[in-house]
C-alpha cells in the first residue's frame, strides 16, 4: 500500500497501511490563537522516498478523529544462527537446564534418560537402564538431537526469527517435542506475529505429568 498524508488537529502524519510512520507536529501561534504552527523540517524526507505521498486526508477542528497509532514494530530479520543452528548462548541454557548425566536416569516423569536430555524418543542410543556414556559421546548425541529439533522448529515456524528466539524455540522444543510446540497456542501467536504474546507462553509450560514444576 502507497502512503498518503492525514491532518488533525494536532499534527500532520505521514501514513502507510493504516499506521502514521512519521509526524509533523503542530504548535500553538504565538501572534494568533485561532492558528496553530506546523514544523515542517522532516517534510522534504517525505517527498524523496521512493513512494511519496500522493494524496492527503483532512480531519480538523471539532470531532476530529483521534491522532493515529504509531506503526507496529517491524519483525525482526533473520540471521545466520537461525539458519545455521542454535547459536552459544542457546546451547549454554541446554546445558545448564538439563545437566550432564553419564549414566541412565529416570526423569521426572519416569522416561530413561542420559547424557543432556536425551531420551530414547530421539533417536539412538536407545536408553536402558544400566547404560554409560563418556562426556564426549554426550556432546555428540546432543548435538544430533539439537539438529532435529532445529530443523523441525524451521518448519514451523512462518515468520522471521532473530538467532536467541530461535535458540529459545529450539531450546522449549527440546523439553516439550515437536507435536506439543506444533499444537500450541505459542506457535499460533508467532505465526500471527504476536511475538510479544508467544513469549509470555513459555511461562505457562510449567508442569510435567500434571504437576507444576519448581524453579
Known amino acids: 500500500m502507497g502512503t498518503w498524508i492525514k491532518e488533525t488537529d494536532k499534527a500532520i502524519y505521514l501514513m502507510q497501511g493504516g499506521y502514521w510512520i512519521s509526524r509533523l507536529t503542530k504548535y500553538p501561534s504565538k501572534t494568533n490563537p485561532n492558528e496553530k504552527v506546523l514544523n515542517i523540517k522532516a517534510m522534504t524526507s517525505w517527498f524523496t522516498r521512493p513512494d511519496p505521498p500522493t494524496a492527503m486526508t483532512i480531519s480538523s477542528g471539532v470531532g476530529a478523529e483521534p491522532s493515529p497509532m504509531p506503526a507496529p514494530p517491524t519483525p525482526p530479520e533473520p540471521v545466520a544462527d537461525a539458519a545455521g543452528g542454535m547459536n552459544a548462548s542457546g546451547l549454554k541454557l541446554v546445558t545448564a537446564f538439563e545437566g550432564l548425566e553419564l549414566k541412565a536416569y529416570q526423569d ?15 533417536g539412538p542410543p ?10 564426549d559421546e ?9 539438529g532435529k529439533f532445529e530443523q523441525g ?13 530461535f535458540s529459545a524455540l529450539v531450546s522449549f522444543c527440546f523439553n516439550v517435542g515437536l507435536g506439543a510446540f506444533g499444537e500450541s497456542t505459542m506457535r499460533r501467536k508467532l ?18 505429568g500434571g504437576r507444576t514444576l519448581r524453579d
Open 191 to 208: 505465526n500471527s506475529g504476536d511475538y510479544s504474546g508467544a513469549a509470555n507462553e513459555f511461562l505457562r509450560w510449567d508442569k510435567a
Open 108 to 122: 521426572s516423569v519416569g522416561v530413561w534418560t542420559i547424557g543432556y536430555g536425551h531420551t530414547s524418543m530421539a
Open 126 to 135: 536407545e536408553v536402558t537402564p544400566g547404560l554409560k556414556i563418556s562426556e
Open 153 to 165: 522448529v524451521r518448519e514451523r515456524v512462518s515468520v522471521a526469527v532473530n538467532s536467541d528466539q
Open 138 to 146: 554426550a556432546n555428540t548425541i546432543l548435538k544430533r538431537d539439537l
